[in-house]
Nanobody, 115 residues
Framework: QVQLVESGGGLVQAGGSLRLSCAAS????????MGWYRQAPGNQRELVAR???????SVADSVKGRFTISRDSPKNTVYLQMNSLKPEDTAVYYC?????????WGQGTQVTVSS
């Protein structure tokens, strides 16, 4: 049973920074990719950033230049460094891990950015 546990969310003022962590219960190299999604009230869940098994990364245009995804493989942890936060970044952030036939999700962590 794969478990993903997010942490690091909270309340921050606009312009501030947060780092989210996603700790996996198994080797992160057992997944094809891992990603961070977010969902604001009334909105669909959207992909924010992804890191592939190869180490390649991508981020959504809306956060490009502000958010960075990275990993610490010995700790089986993926991070989302969020800088220059804006009120529109307010959402529940979810960690996701992909295998060929199954996706896994964490429970989510709330990020609130005040203006």
């Amino acid at each position: 049973q794969v478990q993903l546990v997010e942490s690091g969310g909270g309340l921050v003022q606009a312009g501030g920074s947060l780092r989210l962590s996603c700790a996996a219960s198994t080797s992160i190299f057992s997944f094809n990719a891992m990603g961070w999604y977010r969902q604001a009230p009334g909105n669909q869940r959207e992909l924010v950033a992804r890191i592939w098994n190869s180490g390649s990364t991508s981020v959504a245009d809306s956060v490009k230049g502000r958010f960075t995804i990275s990993r610490d493989s010995p700790k089986n942890t993926v991070y989302l460094q969020m800088n220059s936060l804006k009120p529109e970044d307010t959402a529940v952030y979810y960690c996701e891990a992909q295998r060929t036939y199954q996706d896994y999700w964490g429970q989510g962590t709330q990020v609130t950015v005040s203006s």
